[in-house]
């Protein structure tokens, strides 16, 4: 089984409506990230938390919310699904500062919003 | 503004050598790391360098010059399955990941 699970990792979706992508993980590491990857472009940060109790805003946070439900859940939510939120994303847990601070990715959420 | 730069695609043969460059203007520097990515999947960590010099995995070296922004990813004894995206990343002074847009390699037999 995967260490970084996210669930749906396909779905189609309509202008307007409210979409939740859900990330689990078992590494039983405290940060956890959300990140959307676009063709020709770089993994951009959307949310991040240090813990269950830290949520900050990545460089491309308006038109997402999330929540730290736990440890080891952290779900990124479109309030308000928009066509150039089509995208595929992806959930990543990481150790703290001491150690090299390497991703481990879940298996991505390909989101498409006609 | 921070900004990572690499080239966009590479075609290489199988069983030869290919070296994919990545230059970085970032805001302080607290690290580089290297990802692989095959196409549909999820990246996976390949190396990080933190200081300057050449850090070998198998058949996989990273090499890394902070005087000059700069770094490669060298790959030897090429394999088919080695045909994936390669992304380079720069952790900055506020220990944010700033990430190119990777290097798409193609591998021939």
């Known amino acids: 089984d995967a260490d970084v699970t996210q669930t749906p990792r396909n779905r189609i979706t309509k202008t307007g409506k409210r979409i939740m992508l859900e990330c689990s993980q078992t590494k039983g590491h405290d940060r956890m990230y959300w990140y959307r990857q676009d063709p020709g472009l770089g993994l951009r940060l959307i949310y991040y938390s240090f813990d269950v109790k830290d949520i900050n805003k990545g460089e491309i946070s308006d038109g997402y919310s999330v929540s730290r439900q736990a440890q080891a859940k952290f779900s990124l939510s479109l309030e308000s699904a928009i066509p150039n939120q089509t995208a595929l994303y992806f959930c990543?847990?990481?150790?703290?500062?001491?150690?090299?601070?390497?991703?481990?990715f879940g298996e991505g959420s390909r989101l498409t919003v006609l | 503004g921070q900004n990572i730069d690499q080239p966009t695609e590479m075609t290489a043969t199988e069983g030869a050598i290919v070296q994919i460059n990545c230059t970085y203007q970032t805001s302080g520097f607290n690290g580089l790391f290297w990802y692989q990515q095959h196409a549909g999947e999820a990246p996976t960590f390949l190396s990080y360098n933190v200081l300057d010099g050449l850090e070998e995995k198998g058949r996989f070296s990273s090499f890394l010059s902070r005087s000059k922004g700069y770094s490669y990813l060298l790959l030897k004894e090429l394999q088919m399955k080695d045909s994936a995206s390669y992304l380079c990343?720069?952790?900055?002074?506020?220990?944010?990941?700033?990430w190119g847009a990777g290097t798409k390699l193609i591998i021939k037999p």
């Open positions: 990543a847990t990481s150790a703290g500062d001491l150690e090299t601070g390497e991703l481990f």
């Open positions: 990343a720069v952790r900055d002074s506020n220990y944010q990941l700033i």
